[in-house]
């Protein structure tokens, strides 16, 4: 079965601060994998997407990392701000399923003052 | 970035009723659209498959007589929510794959904002 999973399950971290998220999967054969930010009560906004061939990508203050080997990525927050404070999550598409994404459950970061 | 709108943003809705919720996207063209239902502090999960033209795909355990999706246009799809019940009381997100395609041959989902529902 394939699976997306995320750790921490929640997190709390001060204002300036940075954090990394981390996301392994399962999902087989793959073909990409995607950070979302989900605002609360709002839709997942995509971060970045990264193919097998990608290690690396930026995205402002967003950086995501992807070892395919391991099936493993992390996604690093640098200068936390208080509008980071979100739900990250992880999303893997296998490369035979078309259309399908594999959602991990997320991350539920907290920035405070 | 590409936009899609859901409308209404919230409704509330007596038990027994239907509701209809429209998933557009603005400034590109979707052969193809996402609906998912999400519950508090859980994941997405995604309920059907919208086809342009032709009929929806549901996921199991999603009741297709219940959940009524028409993607008549290359920019709109609908959910209607039939007999509606309390139980059915839900965050559900559309999402709209860009047909231009994207780069490295990986088409991009755009996500709504999401329809909170909520029957009494």
């Known amino acids: 079965k394939n699976q997306v999973e995320q750790s921490p399950q929640s997190l709390i971290i001060l204002e300036g601060k940075n954090c990394t998220l981390q996301?392994?999967?399962?999902?087989?054969?793959?073909?990409?994998l995607r950070w979302y930010k989900q605002d609360t009560g709002r839709g997942p906004v995509s971060l970045t997407i990264?193919?097998?061939?990608?290690n690396t990508k930026s995205n402002g203050r967003y950086t995501a990392t992807l070892d395919a080997d391991t099936k493993q990525s992390s996604l690093h927050i640098t200068a936390s701000q208080l509008s980071d404070s979100a739900s990250y999550i992880c999303?893997?598409?296998?490369?035979?399923?078309?259309?399908?994404?594999?959602f991990g459950k997320g991350t539920s970061l907290l920035v405070t003052p | 970035g590409a936009v899609v709108s859901q409308h209404p943003s919230r409704v509330i809705c007596k038990s027994g009723t239907s509701v209809k919720i429209e998933c557009r996207s603005l400034?590109?063209?979707?052969?193809?659209m996402f609906w998912y239902r999400q519950f508090p502090k859980k994941s997405l999960m995604l309920m059907a498959t919208?086809?342009?033209?032709?009929?929806?795909?549901?996921e199991q355990g999603v009741e297709k007589d219940k959940f009524l999706i028409n993607h008549a246009s290359l920019t709109l799809s609908t959910l209607t929510v039939t007999s509606a019940h309390p139980e059915d009381s839900s965050f559900y997100i559309c999402?709209?794959?860009?047909?231009?395609?994207?780069?490295?041959?990986?088409?991009?989902?755009?996500f709504g904002p999401g329809t909170r529902l909520t029957v009494t």
């Open positions: 999402s709209a794959r860009d047909s231009a395609g994207g780069t490295s041959g990986i088409y991009e989902q755009y």
């Open positions: 996301c392994n999967y399962t999902v087989s054969p793959f073909s990409n």
């Open positions: 990264m193919t097998f061939s990608e």
């Open positions: 999303v893997v598409s296998p490369s035979n399923s078309g259309y399908a994404l594999n």
């Open positions: 400034d590109f063209q979707a052969t193809t």
């Open positions: 919208s086809n342009e033209g032709s009929k929806a795909t549901y």
